[in-house]
């Protein structure tokens, strides 16, 4: 079976292939969260809502392994690294007090991920302390365990965590499919350059498809 994708079809195997969605989180994508309190327009990844819960209700009609992340740090902030906390210099940083509770802080409400793509009680939920999903966190282990070699990886934001964990998953021996509605960032000409960065050189770092494609390959 195959998804059509760039740079050439994906082989897809669906018994050893997860949705990872990452980050979809109410600070991120929420108008009144810590994303729209720096001057960004969520709009410009609320877009990607949609065509996440198409693909998400498909993968979990075909009885698809589900697995999310979230951004955030302990609320003691000792996982937060100095350098992490002031590179900004915004006027709101992480642990910060911000408009739905401290900022980037476990177990605040705009830590949470998104009511739309909220995760079922049997689907892993990795909490990570940095921008890639594989560091610091037992998402590779967690992999291993259910034998998952191929991985379609959806969420935001395209150039920073989605980049960065496609980027450590390839490293790392993951087949990695990115379909480009189902990603966003504040700043198109980064996402399409992160895109356009992951399926250069003959799939440098993976595929980049769109969700109609992977739906189709999901179709009885």
Known sequence: MSIAAEPYAFPFAPET????????????LEPGGFGAALGNDVSLL????????????????????????RE??????????EAKK??????????????MGRILVRGEKGHAIIPELAPLPAEPVIDKPGKGAL??????????RLGIRQLVVTGVTTEVCVHTTVREANDRGYDCLVPADCVGSYFPD??????????AQGGIFGWVSHSDHVLAALSP
């Open 17 to 28: 292939c997860a949705l990872l969605v990452i980050d979809m989180q109410r600070d991120f």
């Open 46 to 69: 609320r877009r990607t809502i949609a065509p996440n819960r198409r693909l998400l209700d498909a993968w979990r009609g075909a009885g698809l392994q589900v697995l999310h992340t």
């Open 72 to 81: 955030g740090h302990q609320p003691d902030l000792s996982d937060l690294p």
């Open 86 to 99: 002031t590179r900004a210099r915004s006027a709101l940083t992480i642990g910060d007090a911000g408009p």
């Open 135 to 144: 560091w610091a966190t037992d998402l590779h282990a967690t992999l291993q």
């Open 190 to 199: 980064l996402h399409a350059a992160a895109l356009k960065m992951i399926s």
